[in-house]
């Protein structure tokens, strides 16, 4: 790996602990003003202190997130189709690598969609997108999309999907936690993050994810909607950050979740 690309990466996967914890708010390309991301700067300017990296388009990055920040940015490269369609595999890439340099960000990421009717596209684009990378020194994160059918997060699908982008170059996978995780990790040679996916019901419910994929294999998490959709999205993020880093337990997380809701406060000022 060229020193360059090495270096990127090292901005957000930490030395220290080899994890990283990714703030996801890159939702809007495809659905739009999502709840609690109407206005993204006010959304994430709070949590950027705590963000190994936040993963966003380039719209976002030039509008919403302060120059000045030292936040490593993780920049969603394809696009091209919302929720409105009914099959959203059928991306391309929409912001090219010369754009990705200009903008000085740690790593690009696309969506692959194994067992989609658009599976050959995309697996063709991240293959193209590896090359631009090894090329120019930045890393290249493929994203296991499953579309609309969460039924697909199982172990044996997430494994192949995990093992294709790192057969075609992937520097590492962003995936869904499963069952058998330590499956999909065994067979995946390069890092891997997972994703929250939709908001779930419990503060507890998302530390136990956390901490069942830190335990089972993978460096870190990718997580939007849990963050930055719960009541207390800063005392979200430091407990997961304890989890992450501290290998603190989930039961340990919960109290500095509950005692990081005293100091920081309910999100008031965020939409409801």
């Not at 990055?61 to 919302?82: Q, Y």
């Not at 065994?186 to 890092?191: I, L, R, S």
């Not at 956390?210 to 430091?238: F, L, T, Y």
Request: glycine share 8%; hydrophobic share 45%.
């Amino acid at each position: 790996m060229d020193w360059g690309l090495q270096n990127r990466m090292a901005r957000f996967i930490k030395s220290a602990t080899g994890h990283t914890v990714m703030l996801a708010a890159d939702h809007g390309y495809f659905m739009g003003p999502t709840r609690r991301l109407e206005d993204p700067r006010s959304t994430l300017e709070p949590l950027l202190p705590y963000a190994d990296a936040i993963a966003v388009t380039r719209g976002v990055l030039r509008h919403s997130i302060p120059a000045t920040s030292d936040v490593p940015i993780v920049l969603r490269v394809s696009g091209g189709v919302t929720v409105l369609k009914e099959d959203l595999s059928d991306e391309a890439i929409t912001t090219s690598m010369e754009e990705a340099l200009r903008l000085n960000v740690s790593a690009v990421a696309l969506s692959v969609f194994v067992g989609a009717p658009h599976e050959h596209d995309s697996l063709v684009s991240l293959a193209e997108l590896v090359d631009e990378g090894e090329a120019l020194g930045m890393p290249v994160m493929a994203i296991t999309a499953v579309g609309k059918e969460l039924e697909k997060r199982d172990a044996r699908y997430l494994s192949l999907a995990c093992r294709v982008s790192a057969e075609l170059g992937a520097h590492m996978v962003k995936t869904y936690y499963c069952e058998n995780f330590e499956k999909v990790v065994e067979g995946c040679p390069v890092p891997l993050v997972v994703a929250g996916g939709p908001k779930l019901d419990t503060d507890r419910s998302v530390l136990e994810l956390c901490a069942g994929a830190i335990e089972k294999g993978a460096i870190g998490v990718d997580m939007g909607r849990n963050i930055w959709q719960s009541d207390h999205p800063v005392a979200m993020i430091k407990a997961i950050r304890a989890i992450v880093h501290e290998k603190a337990t989930v039961r340990e997380a919960l109290q500095t979740l509950t005692a990081s809701k005293k100091t920081s406060g309910p999100a008031a000022s965020l939409p409801s």
